[in-house]
Nanobody, 120 residues
Framework: QVRLVESGGGLVQPGGSLELSCKAS??????????MNWYRQAPGRQREHVAR????????NLADSVKGRFTIYRDNVQNTVTLRMNDLKPEDTGVYLC???????????WGQGTQVTVSS
């Protein structure tokens, strides 16, 4: 079955960096219809789309709020998608969720999430 497992969250001071990883299994990771995404959910706020990458990394989309600070990349041998986060701010705090979307399946799939807390 489809599994998405996130790792790499934690507590970091403002201005610090973290790298989140999502390990995917149970589907064809490089299927041209798959779009791998990172979302985040902060308490009391709507879920926000953070980043997207196409199957071979040819197209990347980042939310305006993270442009210049975050990047997304993937390893199609290890079946992982990584969110590199630099210059973290308190407003980046939240649960970060890996998502496998696109037209390859009847629904999106989600990981369990990993907590990122930015605080001094």
């Amino acid at each position: 079955q489809v599994r998405l497992v996130e790792s790499g969250g934690g507590l970091v001071q403002p201005g610090g960096s973290l790298e989140l990883s999502c390990k995917a299994s149970g589907f064809v990771f490089t299927d041209y219809r798959v779009r791998m995404n990172w979302y985040r959910q902060a308490p009391g706020r709507q879920r926000e789309h953070v980043a997207r990458i196409t199957p071979h990394g040819g197209y990347i989309n980042l939310a305006d709020s993270v442009k210049g600070r975050f990047t997304i990349y993937r390893d199609n041998v290890q079946n992982t998608v990584t969110l590199r986060m630099n210059d973290l701010k308190p407003e980046d705090t939240g649960v970060y969720l890996c998502n496998a979307g696109g037209t390859w399946a009847e629904r999106d799939y989600w990981g369990q999430g990993t907590q990122v807390t930015v605080s001094s």
